[in-house]
């Protein structure tokens, strides 16, 4: 599976503090952290505190590019700042995230037509997120549907069910892991499905174990990316050892050890 480095991401202090410093070498260690931890890209977002947010994604992005060279999600709710970080790339970027809004649908949609970009696509809309697995099908299937027909490749895109923290919407849970399965469902070639792993344990006490135990049931039920903690080594073990055993590749005695020189 395909794990997008969290950390980089402006909800931590330390990472907003080194926006505001502009201290490089915080960011830069974060990101070399995450890669030699087995990210193969990194979530950047300057988090809701930064001041100048075009500046502050423009002035990550070229910080991270200086000392690694996996591709970015550019992370924001605002276009202008998704555009200031697509600009800013060295390699093909994932646009995170478009909604179901079709304003802003078509606008993503855009911008990655023309920045060449895979595009994340959040089931929820206008309204919200949905509660029922098959109204985030339906959005699921307007992003789809957008994105195809104006040519972006079904293998370009991304969407993600909208993981909610167990603490505020327990009940939701079983149907976020519906709803990758039937997202998987909607095309043939399929979407690839994804998820921000770690919202299920915020707010919560034992975060490590639930972020685990729930990357093991989203991957059984068909997730191929989360934006996660790579450098969470029980995670990464836990990853690797589901899909071991979903028969993603084959056993030996070493797998762990295996896994970690293979890719
Ligand atoms: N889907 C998509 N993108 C996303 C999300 C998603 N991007 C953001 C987020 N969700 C995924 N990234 C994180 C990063 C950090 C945390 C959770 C998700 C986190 N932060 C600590 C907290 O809130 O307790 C910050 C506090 C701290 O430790 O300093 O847990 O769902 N497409």
Not at 51 to 76: F, G, K, N, R, Y
Not at 90 to 107: A, C, D, F, Y
Request: glycine letters at 6%.
């Amino acid at each position: 599976m395909l794990v997008i480095g969290e950390r980089i991401n402006g909800m931590f202090n330390a990472v907003r503090k080194a926006i505001e410093t502009k201290d490089k070498k915080v960011i830069q260690d974060i990101a070399k952290k995450q890669v030699q931890a087995g990210a193969k890209m990194l979530d950047v977002n300057v988090g809701p505190a930064a001041a100048d947010d075009v500046a502050a994604m423009q002035w990550l992005v070229e910080t991270i590019q200086e000392v690694v060279d996996v591709p970015l999600a550019i992370d924001s709710a605002k276009p202008p700042v998704i555009k200031a970080g697509l600009k800013t790339c060295k390699k093909k970027p994932l646009i995170n995230s478009t909604t179901g809004e079709m304003e802003k649908l078509t606008t993503l949609v855009g911008l990655a037509k023309e920045y060449n970009a895979g595009l994340l696509g959040l089931t929820m809309d206008e309204k919200g997120i949905p509660d029922s697995a098959q109204s985030r099908l339906e959005i699921g299937l307007r992003i789809l549907a957008v994105a195809m027909e104006a040519g972006i490749p079904t293998d370009d895109i991304h969407l993600d069910p909208v993981f909610l923290p167990v603490k505020f919407g327990q009940a939701q849970i079983p149907i976020i892991l519906q709803t990758i399965k039937d997202l998987k469902a909607l095309s043939d070639p399929a979407p690839k499905t994804v998820c921000g792993l770690s919202n299920t344990s915020q707010g919560c006490l034992d975060r490590s174990i639930i972020n685990r135990t729930i990357l093991v049931m989203a991957l059984a039920w068909g997730l191929d990316e989360a934006i996660a903690d790579p450098l969470d080594k029980e995670l990464m073990d836990a990853m690797i050892t589901a899909e071991l055993l979903l028969n993603k590749f084959i056993y030996c005695d070493s797998y762990l050890t295996a896994y970690r020189k293979a890719f």
